[in-house]
T-cell receptor, first 115, second 112 residues
Framework: AQSVTQLDSQVPVFEEAPVELRCNYSSSVSVYLFWYVQYPNQGLQLLLKYLSGSTLVKGINGFEAEFNKSQTSFHLRKPSVHISDTAEYFCAVSSPTNTGNQFYFGTGTSLTVIP | KAGVTQTPRYLIKTRGQQVTLSCSPISGHRSVSWYQQTPGQGLQFLFEYFSETQRNKGNFPGRFSGRQFSNSRSEMNVSTLELGDSALYLC???????????FGPGTRLLVL
């Protein structure tokens, strides 16, 4: 089974500063990688995903992530954050099984943007 | 396309009662997964249904059960509620063998 580690449970950052949210996963076998965002009292919204191809993936709201196979990482970045980016961010990995894709989620990183 | 819908959005129950939550997937999606989200445990996988069959199951007691109907709508049932069952229950749908799950807004359950 996969495990997903989000190294930082809380990340405070000033408005307009850059941010990186870290994610590592356990297995180097073929996987799909995702970042989701959760705003208060809402479900999870897909930010971006890596399936194959270019290792740099661009998503919504100016976020991007880079897949690094050798380090089994998929860190999320944004060059300049806004107050509205304050939310919980989840990294997820999907591994193929003989009954479909099994999803594994990290424990989340709470991003707080300080004015 | 309409997104994943979950009903009810909020629910208050007392210990020992049972509860049924409903999830309607995105049109055309045949797989529905359920997750429990709590502040201490994060997202924990409950089970996944595809074509009315449970394909995968997480590590939860038998009090948690589910089913899927022929129109892909899914229900989740929790019997003999405990205080620790208070959580946000999220439903996600995906296409067959799809790589992406799309989430509903969740049902927030409070057990008193």
């Amino acid at each position: 089974a996969q495990s997903v580690t989000q190294l930082d449970s809380q990340v405070p950052v000033f408005e307009e500063a850059p941010v990186e949210l870290r994610c590592n996963y356990s297995s180097s076998v073929s996987v799909y990688l995702f970042w989701y965002v959760q705003y208060p009292n809402q479900g999870l919204q897909l930010l971006l995903k890596y399936l194959s191809g270019s290792t740099l993936v661009k998503g919504i709201n100016g976020f991007e992530a880079e897949f690094n196979k050798s380090q089994t990482s998929f860190h999320l970045r944004k060059p300049s954050v806004h107050i509205s980016d304050t939310a919980e961010y989840f990294c997820a990995v999907s591994s193929p099984t003989n009954t479909g894709n099994q999803f594994y989620f990290g424990t989340g990183t709470s991003l707080t943007v300080i004015p | 396309k309409a997104g994943v819908t979950q009903t009810p959005r909020y629910l208050i129950k007392t210990r020992g009662q049972q509860v049924t939550l409903s999830c309607s997937p995105i049109s055309g999606h045949r797989s529905v997964s359920w997750y429990q989200q709590t502040p201490g445990q994060g997202l924990q996988f409950l089970f996944e249904y595809f074509s009315e069959t449970q394909r995968n199951k997480g590590n939860f007691p038998g009090r948690f059960s589910g089913r899927q109907f022929s129109n892909s709508r899914s229900e989740m049932n929790v019997s003999t509620l405990e205080l620790g069952d208070s959580a946000l229950y999220l439903c996600a749908s995906s296409l067959w063998a799809s790589e992406t799950q799309y989430f509903g807004p969740g049902t927030r359950l409070l057990v008193l």
